[in-house]
């Protein structure tokens, strides 16, 4: 959290007489990751990636974007940004689902939604309708970012677009895997129990979709009554808490630097909400740090877990 966010935060709770405290920073704060190293193996790893998909005859996924690393068997492993491998130990979902429903909101390439399978799930993944429908805060800012996103995928329309950065890998790893993951398309904001089928789920996984949500508390109302076991949540760390719930805009003042996260909210908020939406149980189970491999951004997470 930079100095004027915690300034700013310092003046209001001082204004209606909230006392703030000041916590030690977690351990995985203090990681250090060979960042250099690091985004070398990611690059690697595309190189590798390119070779064994030519050798293997799969055609048309240069311009594919990889925002998990899955690995599809046999030497064949998507070069995602983010590589969670390495995390499902911290976020502790069962190690055997068998005969359990699963909802993945925000599934992206679906690495979650395919670990779920593994595990023995019955799996629904998530993603939007159209890459044009992430929350943004102006048509102006819509524009620009899909037409970044445009020119960095060559891609002549939104739905080419849509596809090369969603559906496509997703839709790729789910043939190589032989998976029978559900896709169901909507917003965070449009899910119910009639469009996914009318029954709830025993696990409902929203990962960081809340971050790029602009009413993270309405997004919560809509997954609430989706599940009827556990519903897991991922958020930023902040590395401050304070006796009251604090939720902090992330946007900035431009689109310099991460263009679509806009909040993140300390432990007690996520649980005052979870709570007033009925979760009788809301916990921190742990924290993971990770390297966002293209740019060498160190991020830190809280894993939450609410329970029915």
Not at 12 to 35: S, T
Not at 51 to 60: I, R
Request: charged fraction near 25%; include cysteine.
């Amino acid at each position: 959290m930079n100095s004027q966010i915690k300034r700013s935060i310092q003046r209001v709770f001082n204004a209606f007489g909230y006392k703030v405290q000041r916590a030690p920073r977690h351990d995985n704060n203090r990681r250090e990751f060979p960042i250099e190293k690091i985004k070398e193996e990611y690059q690697q790893q595309i190189r590798e990636f390119r070779e064994k998909t030519q050798s293997l005859g799969y055609g048309e996924l240069e311009n594919y974007y990889w925002y998990h690393t899955v690995d599809l068997g046999n030497g064949l492993i998507t070069p995602g940004d983010y590589d969670n491998r390495t995390v499902l130990s911290h976020v502790k979902f069962p190690a055997d689902m068998t005969g359990m429903s699963v909802l993945d909101v925000g599934s992206a390439t679906g690495f979650f939604a395919f670990e779920f399978e593994k595990r023995g799930a019955d799996v629904t993944s998530v993603e939007l309708p159209s890459i044009a429908d992430w929350d943004m805060p102006s048509d102006r800012d819509r524009d620009l970012t899909l037409k970044h996103l445009m020119a960095e995928h060559q891609a002549k329309t939104i739905e080419e677009l849509h596809w090369r950065h969603l559906d496509g890998p997703f839709e790729f790893c789910r043939k190589v895997l032989n998976s029978k993951v559900k896709r169901i398309h909507s917003s965070i904001y449009d899910l119910s129990l009639q469009k996914l089928g009318g029954a709830p789920f025993d696990l409902v996984f929203a990962g960081d979709v809340l971050l790029h949500s602009f009413s993270p508390l309405k997004a919560l109302v809509c997954l609430a009554p989706l599940c009827k076991g556990t519903l897991i949540i991922t958020q930023n760390s902040l590395d401050a808490e304070y006796d009251e719930p604090v939720m902090v805009y992330m946007g900035g003042s431009d689109r310099t630097g991460d263009s679509r996260s806009w909040w993140s909210a300390n432990k007690q908020c996520s649980q005052q909400m979870l709570k007033r939406l009925d979760f009788k149980e809301v916990f921190v189970v742990g924290q993971h740090s990770g390297v966002l491999r293209p740019h060498g951004y160190i991020y830190n997470r809280d894993i939450i877990h609410a329970i029915k």
